[in-house]
């Protein structure tokens, strides 16, 4: 029992890892990052028992689960959390913020155009 313990034990230590918390981060552009969060659980038991009449058993169970939270945002270096946990579901939250990453990312592209166009004038 103790080895099945073990073991299971150190499986969970293999798949519990900051970069399953943390996923790898989406890059667009240079100033902005979008790094997916999770939370992930597990639990165990264990039991056994013994009738007296040389009979005995014992058992282990385990269960984990690895569920999506939300989205680490960073633009322009200020970091934001979206969250899932809204009453107006997931989908709902995610379009809400289309329009203001638009916007944000039509800024960055006018900048670097602007950029562009004073490194051609002094050229």
């Known amino acids: 029992m103790d080895k099945i ?7 969970m230590r293999s798949m519990v ?3 399953t ?9 240079e100033d902005i990052m979008i790094i ?6 597990f ?3 264990s039991g056994g028992g013994d009738k007296g009449s040389g009979k005995s058993g ?4 385990g269960a984990g689960s690895v569920d999506p939270v939300g989205f680490l945002t960073v633009i322009d270096g200020a970091v934001s959390l979206m969250s899932f946990k809204n009453p107006t579901g997931t ?4 379009l809400e913020q289309v329009p203001d990453l638009i916007e944000k990312l039509s800024r960055i592209k006018r ?6 166009a004073a490194a051609d004038k002094q050229e």
Do not use: N, T, Y
């Not at 997916?36 to 659980?41: E, F, T």
């Not at 014992?58 to 169970?61: D, L, P």
């Open 111 to 116: 900048a670097d155009k602007e950029k562009d």
């Open 58 to 61: 014992s058992g282990f169970g």
């Open 21 to 29: 918390i943390l996923g790898e981060p989406l890059r667009m552009g």
């Open 91 to 94: 989908l709902d939250r995610v």
């Open 36 to 41: 997916p969060v999770c939370k992930i659980r």
């Open 43 to 45: 639990g165990f038991g």
């Open 5 to 11: 313990i073990e073991s299971a034990m150190e499986q």
């Open 17 to 19: 890892k900051s970069d």
